[in-house]
Nanobody
Framework: QVQLVESGGGSVQAGGSLRLSCAASYYGYSRYCIGWFRQAPGKEREGVAG???????YVAESVRGRFTISQDKAKNTVSLKMNSLEPEDTAMYYC????????????????????WGQGIQVTVSS
């Protein structure tokens, strides 16, 4: 069983930055693809970025150039660095784990993930 815990959310003004972290409690963590998703009120949950260890990453076109996903192997965490945040980025952000290989756009499909964190709120004010 993989348990995931998100941290680093909060409120920020437009143009600011936040770093979300996803901590996994499973020694075989590196065998999984870790993805970040978000869900705004009244909208579907959408994939934002994913990483297949050690270094294959895929970022949604809507946030490419502003969001970066990376892993800290020593800490068993995956980070989502979000720059130039916009009010439209306001959502609950979730990390998820799934056995996905090889890499590709399917990394952003929620049905490919088996384990989910509880989510963390990100609010961007204008």
């Amino acid at each position: 069983q993989v348990q995931l815990v998100e941290s680093g959310g909060g409120s920020v003004q437009a143009g600011g930055s936040l770093r979300l972290s996803c901590a996994a409690s499973y020694y075989g963590y590196s065998r999984y693809c870790i993805g970040w998703f978000r869900q705004a009120p009244g909208k579907e949950r959408e994939g934002v970025a994913g990483i297949i260890m050690p270094n294959y990453t895929y970022v949604a076109e809507s946030v490419r150039g502003r969001f970066t996903i990376s892993q800290d192997k020593a800490k068993n965490t995956v980070s989502l660095k979000m720059n130039s945040l916009e009010p439209e980025d306001t959502a609950m952000y979730y990390c998820a784990a799934g056995r996905i290989s090889p890499g590709g756009p399917w990394i952003l499909l929620r049905e490919n993930y088996n384990y989910w964190g509880q989510g963390i709120q990100v609010t961007v004010s204008s």
